[in-house]
């Protein structure tokens, strides 16, 4: 078997036949170069959007395995229709969707996580066509039911079946040229890395970063994929998401990341005794609500205060929660607070460098921005603040850190 090379395209790269065209010129490359191409496509842009919008038309709360059958489609249309013009062009292909393939995931529908890919059909199908064109984003559980792997779920599809093919490299195609130290339209300074690591790329993913999705990332590092991130539009390299090398680490920030989708819970004057956190925590954990930040203050007079934050689509879920336990946990009162988002500073460089968290601190006091909660990991420290400062905290740690370094 050649070199297979697998290309994923999101839903802006394929949303309307001039898209497409661009798509296929992509694609030629390495087919010119010897190589066998596998092509994952979402739907076009807002197709998944309106098909959503269609099924709550038809009722308020919709069969999850329903519901991915209908959203299923969009991405069936995409390579349908990239296949008919790729053939027209002489190029050999076929559609491939995921019950085809098969790759076969769990039941969570809506948000199923892949178990396995048949790498050897898949190669079958190579040794009779060219270029593969796979929908992206579907699964199929061992019932035969359709499942859907989440929002972004294509660029998963795209990294396991790439593992699945141990393929030359994994290329994800979007309307960025790359991945950059933040977020350029609300840092006109950003710069695009030429490298990031796996564990880089996992924290820019968690904290909102919409280039990758954070599974398809777990993926590439679990499986050592070479992954490409670049710009359908554009000839220019982008950036090569990889494993962590001694260059990498000689930079102490890589990257100043944001979350505005957060939210913050305090259960005030809590009961400070054994086993309370896990009355809190476990039902939390068992509705499958994320929890991120945790801080519990210093007890006063047997209490104390447990404040932490979770996605805001979950703040309510989690108050009503919270509500229910109250006799079993005796908290005085809960507060909760959706004005809040979290700003962050990666790079695998702060394992060998001391001071960050200084140069931070001081960073956000010369600004004025109250820090409400910290966290930290080997590569990361993030902070809670104010969501009103988050534009001006995220330039400001960029400049601090980013703007000082040789980026690349």
């Avoid at 994923?8 to 030629?28: A, D, I, P, Y």
């Avoid at 690591?197 to 679990?222: H, N, P, T, W």
């Avoid at 809590?270 to 994320?290: H, N, Q, R, Y």
């Amino acid at each position: 078997m050649k070199n297979i090379v697998v290309q994923k395209f999101g839903g802006t790269s394929v949303r309307n036949l001039e898209c497409m065209r661009q798509v296929l010129q992509n694609v030629r490359r390495p087919l010119g170069a010897g190589s066998k191409v596998i092509v994952v496509l979402s739907a076009m842009a807002g197709e998944t959007n309106r098909l959503l919008a269609l099924a709550k038309e038809w009722s308020s709360c919709p069969d999850a395995a329903e519901l991915d059958s209908l959203v299923s489609t969009g991405e069936q249309i995409s390579v349908a229709l990239f296949a008919i013009m790729a053939k027209d062009e002489g190029i050999n292909c076929r559609s491939v969707l995921g019950f085809q393939v098969p790759i076969v995931s769990n039941d969570s529908y809506g948000k199923a996580r892949i178990g396995s890919i048949d790498s050897e059909k898949l190669i079958g199908m190579l040794e009779d066509h060219d270029v593969l064109v796979v929908a992206g984003f579907q699964g199929v559980d061992e019932h035969g039911r359709i499942t859907t792997l989440g929002r972004g779920g294509s660029d998963t599809s795209a990294v396991a079946v790439a593992a699945a093919l141990k393929a030359e490299v994994c290329e994800i195609y979007t309307d960025v040229p790359g991945v950059f130290t933040t977020d350029p339209n609300m840092c006109a300074e950003a710069k695009k890395l030429d490298r990031i690591s796996y564990d880089e790329m996992l924290e820019m993913a968690s904290m909102g970063a919409k280039v990758l999705q954070i599974r398809s990332v777990e993926f590439a590092k679990k499986y050592n994929v070479v992954v490409h991130v670049r710009s359908t539009f554009s000839d220019e390299p982008g950036t090569i998401v990889t494993q962590e090398d001694a260059n990498m680490e000689t930079v102490q920030v890589s990257g100043v990341a944001y979350d505005k989708d957060q939210a913050q819970v305090t259960l005030v004057g809590v009961l400070d005794e054994p086993g309370v956190c896990a009355s809190v925590f476990t039902p939390i954990a068992e509705k499958k609500i994320l929890v991120d930040m945790i801080v519990q203050n210093p007890s006063k007079e047997g209490r104390t205060d447990i404040t932490f934050t979770v996605g805001r689509a979950d703040l309510d879920a989690t108050l009503r929660l919270m509500e229910a336990l109250k006799p079993e946990i005796g908290f005085k009162a809960l507060l909760s607070d959706k004005s809040v988002s979290k700003v962050s500073v990666i790079g695998v460089g702060m394992r060998n460098h001391s001071g960050v968290a200084a140069q931070a601190f001081r960073a956000m006091r010369d600004e004025n921005i109250n820090i409400l909660m910290i966290s930290t990991s080997e590569i990361k420290l993030s902070c809670l603040i104010e969501d009103k400062y988050t534009e001006l905290a995220v330039r400001t740690l960029h400049q601090t850190f980013v703007g000082q370094e040789q980026v690349g």
